[in-house]
């Protein structure tokens, strides 16, 4: 084990605001890790292994192990090629603000992990797929890029050695759906961001049909601090078996609303409490969406839990990306609720009937609901649909994380709910 | 017809991609940056260009919000309408742009200065509620601080 920061992710990041340029990167360290894999004779199993042992999971949400969906790459002389790597960088979940963070101020840590973890899949190319609405990360993430073309990090024989990569920047027309795995791979291909049958899974049948890994901004930025410290030092960073930092983020009517890396398995209470300061003066905690739109509402009984992949399912939420949404006695739960069904009944791209007609269905329901015309029998009807929504029920993910929130409001705010029926009216209006 | 530059631009694209209809996003967008939005003319230009037909481009272009197939204003507004946003006073926000420009969500106003549009969270939760206009991102938002934005943008 070797020593290194215990904020590895924003370690560079300057209060300013400022990018750190290449030359910046370097001298803190920067491209140590791609010089260790390329001069240091490792093999690409072997970074596979590294990212395995340091059990790297999925940062945009679903938490899948990194190094397992690196070892399903075929490799060697008689794989499909080429192989590609993407980075998702669509970041558009609601209520998560933490992978713009990475690229518009140190994009380099980014592209430090790309080339390392397309070195391990045997990559030929890469692309980072950017949400269009990221100005600022595009136009630094480009120079970046040029900048590391210019330092022979990209492109051909990098630093020497025989390994090439190419890395391009794609900037996305917009919608959700083009953060899902498989509607990414439609959208980068030009086409439609509807999501496709599995299997095949994109490591073996990915982007143009050829061998495809699919990782999240967060998750690769881990990955040169994993090369260089080990998975050991990457575990102890963590309080959990989920090892690592995580970027944890608090919105909402909370004191200080902000973005920290802390110890995986850092407690909801302590993101909340010490570092977004609690509630604002004049409010009341109620509730929290502890990763995004889609994960389940969370209340006062678990705010002890520890946030990281094992101890949220637990609890029956998930960390999914960590940042979280606050809900104050001030605000209605059953407009959070219409608001966040809105959302996902306009990103619904159409493909799958449970998701389409379900969530136009329910999101009328709620605003009916809003409006003061609410019926005895909405709630039976809108947890049904949520039932309905899988998982198992759709092609992706879009129509269960939908769900997600949806019944937990109906678990932890049913009188709300019921208020609003009997009362015929908004209580908070 | 596209010009010299759209040309360029969307060839300099194309070559990132192992097929050519791949870049039809990118080339739209393209246009949409000389242009401002994509016309029936444009998308049957690039269309023809891609070795596409109009209609396959058409469902690519209908498909993705930041792919304009109406005319927009000089400035495109686009506020933040998700949940972080919504819980810090979207609504507010949202009645002040609409009573002071005139329009509703999707509108344009009347001397072509400004479209309103409604935009899923731009990950500015921090600093909810938030809106872009045009390439620019505007955080902590309240009626004032709209009304000193929209001024810089003629």
Known sequence: MTS???????????PDGSVVDIRAYE??????????VLHGGMTPSAVTDAVKDANLRGRGGAGFPTGQKWSFVPLGKDAPTPTYLICNADEMEPGTFKDRLLMERDPHQLIEGMIIAGFAIEADVAYIFLR?????????LSRAIAEAYDAHYLGKNILGSDYSLELYLHLSGGRYMC?????????????RANPRSKPPFPPVVGLFGKPTVVNNVETLCCVPHIINHGAAWFHALGRTQDAGTKLFGASGKVKRPGLWELPMGTTIREILEEHAGGMRDGVTFRGLLPGGASTDFVTEEHLDTPMDFTAMAKIGSRMGTGTMIVLDDQTCPVGMTWNLMHFFAQESCGWCTPCWSGLGWVERILKSMEEGKGQQGDLDKLASQANMWGPGATFCALAPGAAEPLQSALKYFRDDFERHICEKRCPWR | MLSADEISEIEAEAVHYPRRDAV??????????????VSDESLHDIAAHLGMSVTDLDSVATFYNLIFRKPVGRHVIMICDSVSCWIMGYDRMREHLGTRLGVGLGETTPDSRFTLLPIVCLGCCDRAPAMMVDDDLHGDLDVQKIDRALESYL
């Open chain 1, 4 to 14: 290194g920061t215990d904020k590895p992710l924003t370690k560079n990041i300057r």
């Open chain 1, 27 to 36: 001298q803190a360290g920067g491209y140590q890790a791609v010089r260790k």
């Open chain 2, 24 to 37: 039809c996003i990118d080339a739209m967008r393209i246009v949409q940056r000389h242009r401002g939005w």
């Open chain 1, 132 to 140: 269009g609405e990221y100005v600022l990360a595009a136009e630094r």
């Open chain 1, 179 to 191: 953060g899902e795995e498989t509607g990414l791979l439609n959208a980068l291909e030009g086409k």
